[in-house]
């Protein structure tokens, strides 16, 4: 993880590593769920004891998307989802560096998934899925909220980043 620092920065990483934690615990949950509808509409489609569940693709897609987001959230707190390693050895201000670019490139993303979702969610906002008649909104919001929490994680590296390459603490 992180290294820590005292006062307010140290709040703040203990917040995002609680928060980190929790949607660790929601991803893990979505998928169990996520396997119910599915394997409902596997056995329907191949036996006549089980009535053939339109709802479940429904429900499927809803907690697909969700479970992506979540993922993807969890991937850029741990600086996996949007990271390739092109660069031979570096130094860590370099590496730093290098990072600092490619964080500020992801944060790019991030302000579009917030702004973009904040319209996305507004579009469904009174408006329901046709056939589990689940508002809308209720994935739709899965973008901003992605956005938000990118922002979040960000801020904590970028914040790293600039002190190692300003030779101070170093994450």
Known sequence: MYGQQ???PGLWRRITDAYSR???LLLAVSVAILIFPVTLQIFSRFTALIPSYIWT????RFLFVWTIMIGAMIGVRESTHFEVDLWPSVSRRVEAVIKLVSRLCVLVFALVFVWSGIEFTRFAWFRFSELAELPLWLIHIAWPITGFTWVAFLGEQL???VRTIAGGETA
């Open 6 to 8: 005292a006062g307010a």
């Open 22 to 24: 929790l949607l660790s």
């Open 57 to 60: 693709e429904e429900m499927a």
């Open 159 to 161: 914040v790293d980043d």
